[in-house]
């Protein structure tokens, strides 16, 4: 089945600075790779997500990239602020079936 | 609409119980999935279900757990017996799959569960 590695685990970055999150995944099959963000105690929410025949995606200050011919994607927050502080959850689906496997997760705290 | 429900918001109980986990699905969504989520482990998908019928359950850990989705706007996760290692949040998410749709999932705001 799909494997999604996810990296870094933790990211700490100054307020105003830009903030990297890669992901790989294995099954060449998947075309879609949605991003969600997961606030201190609440549920996982999608901010952006890109499909396989679209190589980059953005939406004010975040943005997806995706090479499928080396199977990783990434998200980029640029201009943090504290309120992008959160834990970030890469994934990747073959679409029909719905099925998300999800990354570890990175924890990103934006500080002042 | 009110999005994904789940109930209780929060449930402690002792080891050797009977937990029954609820959800209610965004209504007309078709797929609807269980998720549990640990520091150790991250998010897994226990189960999931498209217009009612499970199609995936190689999640669920053991025959302890099993997943009921008897109409398209209820799905019950039940634990018998629980243990503590079963302490977790889990989540409910719904998803309506149609032609150029996204598959976006939508999450519940989970159910945090204590077992002692």
């Known amino acids: 089945g799909e494997n999604v590695e996810q990296h870094p685990s933790t990211l700490s970055v100054q307020e105003g600075d830009s903030a990297v999150i890669k992901c790989t995944y294995s099954d060449s099959a998947s075309n879609y790779f949605p991003w969600y963000k997961q606030e201190l105690g609440k549920r996982p929410q999608l901010i952006i997500d890109i499909r396989s025949n679209v190589g980059e995606k953005k939406d004010q200050r975040i943005a997806v990239t995706l090479n499928k011919t080396a199977k990783h994607f990434s998200l980029h927050i640029t201009e943090t602020q504290p309120e992008d502080s959160a834990v970030y959850f890469c994934?990747?689906?073959?679409?029909?079936?719905?099925?998300?496997?999800f990354g570890t997760g990175t924890r990103l705290q934006v500080t002042l | 609409d009110a999005g994904v429900i789940q109930s209780p918001r929060h449930e402690v109980t002792e080891m050797g119980q009977e937990v029954t986990l609820r959800c209610k699905p965004i209504s007309g969504h078709d797929y609807l999935f269980w998720y549990r989520q640990t520091m150790m482990r991250g998010l897994e998908l226990l189960i999931y279900?498209?217009?009612?019928?499970?199609?995936?359950d190689s999640g669920m850990p053991e025959d302890r757990f099993s997943a009921k989705m008897p109409n398209a706007s209820f799905s019950t996760l039940k634990i018998q017996p629980s243990e503590p290692r079963d302490s977790a949040v889990y989540f409910c998410a719904s998803s309506l799959l149609w032609v150029k749709s996204t598959d976006t999932q939508y999450f519940g705001p989970g159910t945090r569960l204590t077992v002692l």
């Open positions: 994934a990747a689906s073959t679409g029909t079936a719905s099925k998300l496997t």
């Open positions: 279900f498209n217009n009612n019928v499970p199609i995936d």
